[in-house]
């Protein structure tokens, strides 16, 4: 399984941004997609995650209500609406993806590389 981030910029506090998450090859293998963050100079941390099958999602209580993470199963695809942005969501944000029934947070089996967020106060 390949896992491609995108959709990283720079953008202003209450503001939007959408990341992508594309997964290919052997995409049959998909329990779980998961996005995390790490800001400078702090440990990785779980965002949100979502069932391959699209019907379970979990959020991170510093998330709930801001970000939503949804899949496009046409395109393998999955996305993660984050509105409302502050400044401590500042990070660079990777996907993962685990091949066997995990708990939300982990741990994962395939990871993409990461996509940076900045927003501006």
């Known amino acids: 399984v390949q896992l491609q981030a995108s959709g990283g910029g720079l953008v202003q506090a209450g503001g939007s941004l959408r990341l992508s998450c594309a997964a290919s090859?052997?995409?049959?293998?998909?329990?779980?997609v998961g996005w995390f963050r790490q800001a400078p100079g702090k440990e990785r941390e779980f965002v949100t995650a979502i069932s391959w099958s699209g019907r379970s999602t979990q959020y991170a209580d510093s998330v709930k209500g801001r970000f939503t993470i949804f899949r496009d199963n046409a395109e393998n695809t999955v996305h993660l609406q984050m509105n409302s942005l502050k400044p401590e969501d500042t990070a660079v944000y990777f996907c993962?993806?685990?091949?066997?029934?995990?708990?939300?947070?982990?741990?994962?089996?395939?990871w993409g590389q990461g996509t940076l967020v900045t927003v501006s106060s």
């Open positions: 993962a993806a685990s091949s066997s029934m995990r708990p939300w947070r982990g741990p994962y089996d395939y």
């Open positions: 090859g052997r995409t049959s293998m998909i329990y779980n």
